[in-house]
């Protein structure tokens, strides 16, 4: 089992910023990719940043330039850092990651609870 904890979530007035964080842990040999992807109401899950182990980061293009996904792989995190938030960010936003499990070294597709993020005036 993998889990990942996620936190940073609130409300923000537009043009603000919020940071996420998730941590994940377990049975864990390898994490290969973590990222953060967002589902707003009536809308599908979409990729918002990942990025691979040694890898460059991938981003949507509606966060580019505003958004930044770092990683610390010694503690087996990620980060989101969102500036000049837009109320079309609103939505919560999902933790992932992908990996080898520890025991059985089989493969790992794993999601966070989700955090809600609301831009509002």
């Known amino acids: 089992q993998v889990q990942l904890v996620e936190s940073g979530g609130g409300l923000v007035q537009p043009g603000g910023s919020l940071r996420l964080s998730c941590a994940a842990s377990g049975s864990i040999f390898r994490i290969n990719e973590m990222g953060w992807y967002r589902q707003a109401p009536g809308n599908q899950r979409e990729l918002v940043a990942a990025t691979a182990t040694g890898g460059n980061p991938n981003y949507a293009d509606s966060v580019k330039g505003r958004f930044t996904i770092s990683r610390d792989n010694a503690k087996n995190t990620v980060y989101l850092q969102m500036n000049s938030l837009k109320p079309e960010d609103t939505a919560v936003y999902y933790c992932?990651?992908?990996?080898?499990?520890?025991?059985?070294?089989?493969?790992?597709?794993?999601w966070g609870q989700g955090t809600q993020v609301t831009v509002s005036s």
């Open positions: 992932n990651a992908k990996g080898i499990y520890e025991v059985g070294r089989s493969r790992f597709d794993a």
